[in-house]
Every structure is written in C-alpha cells, then in structure tokens.
Antibody
Framework: EVQLVESGGGLVQSGGSLRLSCAAS????????MHWVRQAPGKGLVWLSR????????SYADSVKGRFTISRDNARNTLYLLMNSLRAEDTAVYYC???????????WGQGTLVTVSS | QSALTQPASVSGSPGQSITISCTGT?????????VSWYQQYPGKAPKLMIY???NRPSGVSSRFSGSKSGNTASLTISGLQAEDEADYYC??????????FGGGTKLTVL
C-alpha cells in the first residue's frame, strides 16, 4: 500500500523557519518525482515545488522561490521542504504528493498544518 | 503563474450530467496535454480523477471524463450521484516547468 506521511508542521512566528518531512512507502520512491502542494484554510490548492527522482532538478512557485527549498533523501525514502522567512500567508495545510504522469499527483499524504503567527 | 480559472460553483440533480471548465493560457492548458482533475472532500486530501486531459486512473468511475479544446479543459460527470458532491480542482503543467491549479469548483448535488 502506498503511504505518504507528512510531519513537522506546527506553530511558528513570522520570520521563522520550519522543515517539513514526508515519509514514503509502498512504491519506488527513488524513481519518483515528488511535489509539495498547500491549501490555506478555506481556500484552494496551490502548487509549491517539485523535485526530480535524483534530487538534482527542482522548480518552485514564484510565491515561495528563494524562501523554500525542496530536497530528498532516497536512502531514507523521505521528501523535505525547508521553509524560511515564513509569513502569515504561508499558514496552510501542506501536502506532499507523488508525480504519477506529467505533473499529475496520484498519491497524496494526509497533510500537515503550518500556522504562522504574526 | 496565475491560477487557472474555474467556476466557483456548479450544481445538478441526481442522474444529470454536469461539466466544469478550466481555462488557462497557451503556456499551460493550451500548450500541453498535461491537465489533471482532483476531487476533494472537506478535511480530506485530494484524489486524482483524470490525468493527461482524459485518462482515468484505475478505480475511478467511468462517469468521470475529461477533454480539452484550446486553452480550456473540461471535466464532465455523468449520472450525477450524491457522493459526487465535493470540491473539484484542475491542474496543469506550465511552460516554466511548474504546476498550477485552478481556484476550485464546489459541486452541489441538488
């Protein structure tokens, strides 16, 4: 069974940092591209970032470029999102998702809530 | 990276068909056959319903279908059922090698 389990969310002050983790199991993590997506309370989905299977190529949404860093450890089957300079508008549930085909997301974690207090 | 445009809400009666549109630009929806659709219930993670414009993942009902014309993609749900009431999001690959979602559409089954 495919499982993606996010952790690391919580309450952080504006300007602070947080690192999210996404533990993967049940599929070949080391050959899968992975993404982070977030959803602010009561709002829609927003794509944030993507990393290729080797961890060499990454891309980011303009809203987080320069502040967030996606990375992965294939030996630990774990995806990360390092978030710096956090703002109130970064408050959201953060999901990791597997790229199934061409930026379609076929498996999702349950999400982890990040709350940034101002 | 502007969000794709979806209607905020659509509704239909059980047994009817509804269509949700998703409008982008030639840099995303119109430029690639990489549009996907997601169903999301409140408090739950999204579920992939359609990928690459019109392909259904294993286990997704054949009542769900996707298409695209120019810069607009569409999700059609036929034989509407009460359990289809949810939020639906479209997504596309972009020419900047990023992803982009639509604003979401709330489907109400009357």
């Amino acid at each position: 069974e495919v499982q993606l389990v996010e952790s690391g969310g919580g309450l952080v002050q504006s300007g602070g940092s947080l690192r999210l983790s996404c533990a993967a199991s049940g599929f070949s993590f080391s050959t899968s591209w992975m993404h982070w997506v977030r959803q602010a309370p009561g709002k829609g989905l927003v794509w944030l970032s993507r990393i290729d299977s080797d961890g060499i190529s990454t891309s980011y949404a303009d809203s987080v470029k320069g502040r967030f860093t996606i990375s992965r450890d294939n030996a630990r089957n774990t995806l990360y999102l390092l978030m710096n300079s956090l703002r109130a508008e970064d408050t959201a549930v953060y999901y990791c998702a597997r790229d199934g085909h061409n930026y379609s997301f076929d498996y999702w974690g349950q999400g982890t809530l990040v709350t940034v207090s101002s | 990276q502007s969000a794709l445009t979806q209607p905020a809400s659509v509704s239909g009666s059980p047994g009817q068909s509804i269509t949700i549109s998703c409008t982008g630009t030639s840099s995303d929806v119109g430029g690639y056959n990489y549009v996907s659709w997601y169903q999301q219930y409140p408090g739950k993670a999204p579920k992939l319903m359609i990928y690459d414009v019109s392909n259904r993942p294993s286990g997704v009902s054949s009542r769900f279908s996707g298409s695209k014309s120019g810069n607009t993609a569409s999700l059609t749900i036929s034989g509407l059922q009460a359990e289809d009431e949810a939020d639906y999001y479209c997504s596309s690959y972009t020419s900047s090698s990023t992803g982009v979602f639509g604003g979401g559409t709330k489907l109400t089954v009357l």
